[in-house]
């Protein structure tokens, strides 16, 4: 099974940390942020891995190379100057996928999820995992009942979608090329009950400001004590 990192962002949020550096590549715990998601994904049997990139690809490229010294064949998307958003990115990205499920993780995310639970084909399009809202996200995604995934509605209890997905290429293969959202096309695919999902309750940080980048440094540096080369 194949896994597909996204790292296309241009991370607005962390600016002007990313004016000159891609976010992935952004430092806490003494590496780039797409290091650690990408040794997560080698221990869990993911060897075969996709990276897609726009925003100074170039710079993940080289950073990475072809991932043998990681334990992994590292392939590459290139979406030009302007990233095609996840589903966009995704169908680009098929060819290289092949036509097996296949995983998706944010390169903007810190977890101690392991990936190895989702070596298995869904049983519907997609299955999502979900994490307990953060608070600035207290309003969440996606309802779970009984591990199918719904639209929020009726007062139901929301999670926040955690940036990690297992997909089968069905959901992506009539979409044309170009730019394109993925909440679409999972609610599209919910409404047909065809979302299963999962809730993790361990660690999770979307790393979408600096504060956050900052809490993500000293978690990693808790677990696995080190001199800190964050500076920001």
Do not use: C
């Amino acid at each position: 099974m194949k896994a597909m990192i996204l790292a296309a962002g241009r991370g607005e949020r962390l600016r002007p940390l990313t004016d000159h550096t891609p976010k992935p590549l952004l430092p806490a715990g003494g590496r780039p942020l797409i290091e650690h998601t990408l040794e997560a994904l080698v221990q869990a049997g993911f060897k075969d891995i996709v990276v897609n990139l726009a925003h100074l690809g170039w710079q993940i490229r080289e950073r990475l190379g072809d991932g043998a010294r990681f334990g992994a064949r590292i392939r590459y998307s290139d979406e030009g100057d302007h990233a095609l958003e996840t589903a966009g990115g995704i169908r680009q990205a098929l060819a290289l996928l092949g036509p097996a499920p296949f995983i998706v993780v944010n390169g903007d995310i810190g977890t101690d999820y392991d990936f190895a639970r989702l070596r298995r084909a869904p049983s519907g399009d997609a299955h999502l995992v979900l994490v307990p809202n953060p608070p600035h996200h207290p309003q969440g995604d996606f309802v779970l009942t009984e591990e199918q995934v719904t639209p929020p509605g009726d007062g139901a209890r929301t999670w926040t979608f955690a940036g990690i997905g297992l997909y089968r290429t069905e959901l992506f293969a009539s979409l044309p090329p170009g730019r394109a959202p993925l909440a679409p096309l999972l609610r599209q695919a919910m409404d047909a009950g065809r979302v299963s999902g999962e809730l993790h309750p361990g660690f999770w940080l979307d790393i979408g400001t600096v504060e956050r980048l900052k809490s993500y440094d000293r978690w990693l540096h808790e677990r696995r004590p080190a001199r800190s080369v964050l500076a920001v």
